[in-house]
């Protein structure tokens, strides 16, 4: 399907399928695999003995079907004003070494802008004058599942919502990089909340990768102890400002 060649309306639709459907197939999928099947043969680190509990797993489910049609809205802009060409997103071969170049910067500066953004709004929605009414349908399950991946008040979900699409009007960006930061705004998002730790234990323990990026060992004590640990992809921004509580 072609969303460039739709009305903005029908681009909302399918936009709203889309990120609904992903959610339920990525997150069904790692549920499944992690939590559902008895004989759990992932090589994965359970993360706490916490139970989640069936009645807010629903709860999580329905917040992230809610939050597929307001997230689907921005997108639908963005792709109306593409066909308009109002923005700075382009398509089509790279065929220059400057042009590889940028498509890596690019795809750099989009996940530090987004992870910088994401600290400061989440951390300002930890605040008790704003929590309640922006984030506390997050932090409805204390043991995350992959539904809690999604699962946003619909305030957050418009707060957090605009922001790529609206820099991608201004911090010119190929189509082929959106989709890759959109896949891996998807994995990263269901793994930091699968309750199991996925990557190997030696790169959380000792390497680098465990040091430097964010992984479920580190968001699930975000949900369990919640205080700290606020970023999204990099923990640059919790050592910074020294919010970062890492048990390993
Ligand atoms: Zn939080
Ligand atoms: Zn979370």
Redesign the pocket.
Known sequence: MDLTQLSIWHSYAALVVIIALRYVVIAGLLDFMLWRRPAQKLRAVKLTNLTPKAKIIRHEITLSLISSFIYAAPGAVLIHLWNEGGTALYSGPVTSAAGWVYIFLSGAIYLFAHDTYFYWT?RA??HPKLYRMT?AG??KSKQPTPWASFSFDPAEAVISAWFLPALALFIPVHVGVVLILLTIMTLNAVLNHAGWELYPQSWIHKGWWGRHMITATHHNL??TK?TGN?GLYFRFWDKLMGTDRNGV
Request: a neutral charge; charged letters at 0%.
């Open positions: 989440h929605m930890h984030h997050h932090h975000h949900h919640f606020y």
